[in-house]
T-cell receptor, first 111, second 114 residues
Framework: SQKIEQNSEALNIQEGKTATLTCNYT??????LQWYRQDPGRGPVFLLL?????KEKRKERLKVTFDTTLKQSLFHITASQPADSATYLC??????????FGQGTELSVKP | DGGITQSPKYLFRKEGQNVTLSCEQN?????MYWYRQDPGQGLRLIYY???????QKGDIAEGYSVSREKKESFPLTVTSAQKNPTAFYLC?????????????FGDGTRLSIL
């Protein structure tokens, strides 16, 4: 069955450093991959979408890569800030607009 | 402001009781989705609807039911057949049921058992 894995351990980094989160998947070849941010007690908020034929996508301090050979996506936040602290979810697209979500990685940025 | 409204924010269920979670959107989106989120797990799809008066089961539909009588509304009923209903329930909508569209989420309903 389709499976998607994110770093289960929380990621703690110092303000100003680059945070890198990993998303690995198996038994599937998605056309698109999406990243969301979720704050405690809130719903996820869409951040970025990348297509299978795009190697990299950027939005302000965010960068996403998509390696269909490795079946992996990396999500980078440069010049991280305490306000970036949240749980980040990756999601693979399925037919009919459905998504398969990873379990999320909690990021904590210390001042 | 356009968005998705879920209510109530907290809900308690007694044994043998059915409860209904509300989800309303004013984004004029065709597609709507219900997910369940448990600690340490990803969101799991319960039901989804791509158009009014039509809906399909997701990955964990047993013990749940939905209706889609209006474009803006997609209520979820947690029936007494759902033996482990304690979870955070999230409703989402999408501009179309195609794979290249992001989903917009409400702020969830947390359901607990009394």
């Amino acid at each position: 069955s389709q499976k998607i894995e994110q770093n289960s351990e929380a990621l703690n980094i110092q303000e100003g450093k680059t945070a890198t989160l990993t998303c690995n998947y198996t038994n599937y070849s998605p056309a698109y991959l999406q990243w969301y941010r979720q704050d405690p007690g809130r719903g996820p908020v869409f951040l970025l979408l990348i297509r299978e034929n795009e190697k990299e996508k950027r939005k302000e301090r965010l960068k996403v890569t998509f390696d269909t050979t490795l079946k992996q996506s990396l999500f980078h936040i440069t010049a991280s800030q305490p306000a970036d602290s949240a749980t980040y979810l990756c999601a693979l697209t399925r037919q009919g607009g459905k998504l398969i979500f990873g379990q999320g990685t909690e990021l904590s940025v210390k001042p | 402001d356009g968005g998705i409204t879920q209510s109530p924010k907290y809900l308690f269920r007694k044994e043998g009781q059915n409860v209904t979670l509300s989800c309303e959107q004013n984004l004029n989106h065709d597609a709507m989705y219900w997910y369940r989120q448990d600690p340490g797990q990803g969101l799991r799809l319960i039901y989804y609807s791509q158009i009014v008066n039509d809906f399909q089961k997701g990955d964990i539909a047993e013990g749940y039911s939905v209706s889609r009588e209006k474009k803006e509304s997609f209520p979820l009923t947690v029936t007494s057949a759902q033996k482990n209903p304690t979870a955070f329930y999230l409703c989402a909508s999408g501009d179309s049921p195609y794979v290249n569209q992001p989903q917009h989420f409400g702020d969830g309903t947390r359901l607990s058992i009394l």
